[in-house]
T-cell receptor, first 109, second 114 residues
Framework: DAKTTQPNSMESNEEEPVHLPCNHS???????IHWYRQLPSQGPEYVIH???SNVNNRMASLAIAEDRKSSTLILHRATLRDAAVYYC??????????FGTGTSLTVIP | NAGVTQTPKFQVLKTGQSMTLQCAQD?????MYWYRQDPGMGLRLIYY???????DKGEVPNGYNVSRLNKREFSLRLESAAPSQTSVYFC?????????????FGQGTRLTVV
C-alpha cells in the first residue's frame, strides 16, 4: 500500500501562514492526495484533496509537486482553532484510504 | 443535517462479552468504513464496504465482523471482546467512486474492555 511520511509535530504563531509537508514517494498515477484534520476528541474532518494541480478552498490550499511525490498543505493564517492533527492520505482506487500518524500542529497565541 | 451517526458514544465491556457498534449515514453514500484509533496513533482501517452488499477487510480485521444492513447502515460486531480492542472506533462514509470524493466521519465510540 502507498504510504505517506509527515513530521510528527509543528508549531506556528497565530495569524501566520503554516506549511505542512507530506512525502508520498510511492504514489501511483491514480491516487488522489487527501488531507484531513482531527480536533481533540472529535472525528477527522475533510480539509482538501487533489490529483495533479494545486487546489484552493475556503479552508486551505494544497500544493502538489510536479512529480507528485510530495505535497504541502497551506493554512494561510493560522488560528487557535486550527490546532489539530493533520493527516495526509493517499486515496487509493478501490475506495480504501489509509491514515498515517499525522502532524500535530500547535498554534501559539 | 446529521451526517454520520454512531451509537453508542461510550461503552464498557467485560472480556468475552459481545456487542455491536451501529453506524448510519443520511447522505446516500455508497461507501462506508470502520476505523479504530488507539491513544496517540492514527486511524487504522478495520473493514470497509464499497457498496451495498459488499464488504472487505482492511488493515486490522481480526476479532471483528461487519454487516452492511442496507445503504444507510454499517455495523461492526465484536463477538468476544478482548482488552486489546479497547480503542475509539470511527465510522465514515463517502460517495465512493474513483478516489475523488471526500469522507465524512462520525464522532466516535469510546470502547473500554476490562
Amino acid at each position: 500500500d502507498a504510504k505517506t511520511t509527515q513530521p510528527n509535530s509543528m508549531e506556528s504563531n497565530e495569524e501566520e501562514p503554516v506549511h505542512l509537508p507530506c512525502n508520498h514517494s510511492t504514489i501511483s498515477g491514480t491516487d488522489y492526495i487527501h488531507w484531513y484534520r482531527q480536533l481533540p476528541s472529535q472525528g477527522p474532518e475533510y480539509v482538501i484533496h487533489g490529483l495533479t494541480s494545486n487546489v484552493n478552498n475556503r479552508m486551505a490550499s494544497l500544493a502538489i509537486a510536479e512529480d507528485r511525490k510530495s505535497s504541502t498543505l497551506i493554512l494561510h493564517r493560522a488560528t487557535l482553532r486550527d490546532a489539530a492533527v493533520y493527516y495526509c492520505i493517499l486515496r487509493l482506487t478501490g475506495n480504501q484510504f489509509y491514515f498515517g500518524t499525522g502532524t500535530s500542529l500547535t498554534v501559539i497565541p | 443535517n446529521a451526517g454520520v451517526t454512531q451509537t453508542p458514544k461510550f461503552q464498557v465491556l467485560k472480556t468475552g462479552q459481545s456487542m455491536t457498534l451501529q453506524c448510519a449515514q443520511d447522505m446516500n453514500h455508497n461507501s462506508m468504513y470502520w476505523y479504530r484509533q488507539d491513544p496517540g496513533m492514527g486511524l487504522r482501517l478495520i473493514y470497509y464496504s464499497a457498496s451495498e452488499g459488499t464488504t472487505d477487510k482492511g488493515e486490522v480485521p481480526n476479532g471483528y465482523n461487519v454487516s452492511r444492513l442496507n445503504k444507510r447502515e454499517f455495523s461492526l460486531r465484536l463477538e468476544s471482546a478482548a482488552p486489546s480492542q479497547t480503542s475509539v472506533y470511527f465510522c465514515a462514509s463517502s460517495a465512493g467512486g474513483y478516489g475523488s470524493t471526500e469522507a465524512f466521519f462520525g464522532q466516535g465510540t469510546r470502547l473500554t474492555v476490562v
